[in-house]
């Protein structure tokens, strides 16, 4: 499992121009069954996404489809994930 954050970079002013792919992204990402969760960073310092599902190579590649990475208009950060622990809510995770 993966924890991703994309973070906004000086080239931020251009995301409107690639929102729309950004988006279009975001829900293949969901629709493939690797992202679990995706929401805004706090401070509007970009984004973050849980993944699941895909080794770091797929991922990666999967990243880089990101108009807004592919733009450099966030740097995406990639931090590994081995649960051990949830509350039972998030069970399912542990997989």
């Known amino acids: 499992m993966f924890f991703v954050m994309l973070e906004f970079?000086?080239?931020?002013?251009?995301?409107?121009?690639?929102l729309e792919g950004h988006l279009a992204w975001?829900?293949?990402?969901?629709?493939?069954?690797?992202?679990?969760?995706?929401?805004?960073?706090?401070?509007?310092a970009g984004g973050a996404v849980l993944a699941t599902g895909e080794t770091r190579e797929a991922l990666r590649m999967r990243l880089d489809a990101d108009p807004f990475v592919a733009e450099g208009i966030v740097k995406a950060?990639?931090?590994?994930?081995?649960?051990?622990?949830?509350?039972?809510?998030?069970?399912?995770?542990?997989?």
């Open 9 to 18: 970079t000086a080239a931020r002013s251009n995301a409107g121009a690639f």
């Open 26 to 44: 975001l829900a293949r990402g969901f629709a493939d069954g690797v992202f679990l969760l995706a929401g805004s960073l706090a401070g509007n």
């Open 77 to 95: 950060r990639v931090v590994e994930i081995a649960p051990s622990k949830a509350d039972l809510r998030l069970a399912f995770l542990l997989g």
